[in-house]
Nanobody, 127 residues
Framework: VRLQASGGGLVQAGGSLRLSCRAS??????????MAWFRQTPGKERDFVAG????????EYADSVKGRYIISRDNDKNTVWLQMNTLKPEDTAVYYC???????????????????WGQGTLVTVSS
């Protein structure tokens, strides 16, 4: 399955953005995959932001975004979203969506647990 992320851009602190990640190709694989968003800044590792279970019934968030970000998915649309509210300058990063293998049963919080990545979308939050 190919993952295509979009929705990044420049926003002022306190603003909102909604990222989308659409799967194409083997869409049955999408519905069977744990999905997650990670972010990365230059020179740093890719950090977990949020993850969602196969049916959307369970979500996990990094402490730094809890209460501000919401991850959701629609398996009929082969899409996962990340609603980002009350953005801060420290949220500036390239955001990546990721799909886990079928062996991943619960949301993982490390990049190595995911084997399929989108191309990344840049989010810049100005102060």
């Amino acid at each position: 399955v190919r993952l295509q992320a979009s929705g990044g851009g420049l926003v002022q602190a306190g603003g909102s953005l909604r990222l989308s990640c659409r799967a194409s190709g083997d869409t049955l694989s999408f519905s069977n995959s744990i999905m997650a968003w990670f972010r990365q800044t230059p020179g740093k590792e890719r950090d977990f932001v949020a993850g969602i279970s196969r049916n959307g019934g369970s979500t996990e968030y990094a402490d730094s975004v809890k209460g501000r970000y919401i991850i959701s998915r629609d398996n009929d649309k082969n899409t996962v979203w990340l609603q980002m509210n009350t953005l801060k300058p420290e949220d500036t990063a390239v955001y990546y969506c990721a799909a886990g293998p079928r062996t991943l049963r619960l949301v993982g919080t490390t990049a190595g647990q995911y084997d399929n990545w989108g191309q990344g979308t840049l989010v810049t939050v100005s102060s």
